[in-house]
């Protein structure tokens, strides 16, 4: 069960980039093969994790209000705030992690079918 870390998020998200990272720099070759299936599952988990945060905090972003959260703005001269830029740009992110957690799971599902070898 997960823990509720609201007190350490930015330390949380420092933390995930770095395993993201050393993930990507791991991932050129895979020493044993059927693993793949299940690292592949872990990151339809993960992808699913980071559309829910950025869905709350594009949803936060909605209700935050100047004055009370923050101090106003710098002028963008555009006429849009960033807190509600901010909204709609983390709810098109969570929307396009929607799309690759689909394509992660259509290929966990093609990976589920192939006889790895146990090395």
Request: a negative charge; proline letters at 2%; glycine letters at 8%.
């Amino acid at each position: 069960m997960a823990v509720n870390e609201e007190h350490r998020q930015v330390e949380v998200a420092r933390e995930l980039s770095s395993q993201a990272r050393t993930l990507a720099h791991s991932t050129r070759d895979v020493p044993a093969p059927f693993d793949s299936y299940t690292l592949l599952g872990e990151l339809v988990a993960t992808v699913d994790d980071l559309e829910q945060v950025c869905q709350q905090l594009g949803a936060w972003h909605s209700r935050v209000v100047d004055g009370e959260h923050y101090a106003g703005e710098d002028n963008r001269g555009d006429g849009a705030t960033g807190t509600v830029t901010a909204a709609a740009e983390l709810q098109r992110a969570a929307a396009a992690l929607g799309t690759a957690s689909q394509a992660l799971r259509a290929a966990h599902s093609a990976n589920g079918v192939v006889r790895w070898f146990d090395e």
